[in-house]
DNA sequence: ATGGTGGTCCTACCA
């Protein structure tokens, strides 16, 4: 089983990069970030045509949404809220083969946080260290270490230095200060999730999914940040087969500023 | 130090 999560910077504009991505990556699985589109005007006929059958979607007009596109059905679809705020930015379900559950799969988009990395002048950056808070309250709260689950998406940190180009400049940076490591790392201890990318590439190498739009010259730059996750249970660590970066498809016409990751399961 | 780009939807707002 191949499943990849994409921050796709609106579903509509890009359904036929997901097409080829889907393609490329042979995924059964996609997880979508940022699809910017009204449940209405999700589009399913573009959609199914890639034979993702099984679709749960929460989306709303311009910001957030998320979406899990599946081969295979899709049991128990739940659209949750964080911080007392309807946003789309988490939606759940369990992922059934062959009559039976191989995991329960969580989408997450959290917030970006803005640019000045102060929650008592920045609100976004509030809200994006209470959404983290609360995730690492909610999982714990309502499943188990014991149980099969799967996170991925825009998690919107880069926890290790070697997620960032350049660690010393960037603790000043929304996305790798060290109040935002520090509650991402007490996120993902809550629940002992293992971090499927760096099973494969180990912490001393660099790694990201993310390039700005704004580098003259994205790849030779090369000012990456990792800011895309797919974190499993440890119930799941001995099913982990691979773990790519999909870095061309941020060299594709018309790109995501984010590349997809796809985790290889033996499930 | 600053501004650099892109998506949504028409005016800023978000990333």
């Known amino acids: 089983m191949r499943l990849t999560s994409w921050n796709i910077n609106s ?13 490329y990556t042979k995924s059964d699985i996609i997880c979508l970030q940022e699809t910017k589109t009204p449940d209405e005007f999700f589009p399913h006929d ?3 045509a890639m034979g993702f059958k099984h679709r749960a979607f929460t989306g709303m007009k311009s910001y957030n949404g998320v979406a899990i596109l599946s081969k295979y059905p899709l049991e128990d679809v739940r659209i949750e809220h964080r ?3 309807a946003d789309c930015r ?3 379900a369990r992922v059934i083969k062959d009559g039976k559950e191989v995991f329960d799969l969580h ?19 509030k809200h994006k260290l209470d959404f983290v808070d609360e995730l690492t309250e909610w999982f714990p709260a309502n499943h188990k270490k014991s149980e099969k689950m799967v996170v991925v998406g ?18 000043k940076v929304v996305s790798h200060t060290p109040v935002e490591v520090e509650k991402f790392t007490a996120f993902q201890n809550a629940m ?6 760096r099973e494969f590439y180990p912490d001393d190498q660099k790694l990201y999914t993310w390039w700005s739009y704004r580098a003259k010259d994205w790849a030779a730059a090369d000012k990456g940040r990792r800011l895309d996750h797919i974190w499993v249970t440890q119930p799941l660590k001995k099913h982990l087969k691979g773990h790519s ?6 060299g594709w016409d018309r790109p995501s500023d984010h590349a997809p990751l796809t985790t290889e399961f033996d499930l």
Not at 192 to 197: G, N, P, T
């Open 11 to 23: 579903v509509r504009l890009r359904a036929p990069l997901l097409a080829e991505i889907a393609e």
């Open 46 to 48: 573009e959609i199914e």
């Open 83 to 85: 911080c007392e705020n």
């Open 90 to 92: 988490h939606i759940a």
């Open 107 to 125: 989408n997450l988009y959290i917030p970006a946080g803005g640019y000045e990395p102060d929650p008592v002048a920045n609100d976004k950056f």
């Open 154 to 171: 825009d998690l919107n940190i880069a926890p290790r230095e070697n997620d960032v180009w350049d660690h010393k400049k960037m603790l």
């Open 192 to 197: 002992d999730w293992v971090d499927s990318a």
């Open 245 to 250: 970066v999909l870095k061309d498809a941020r």
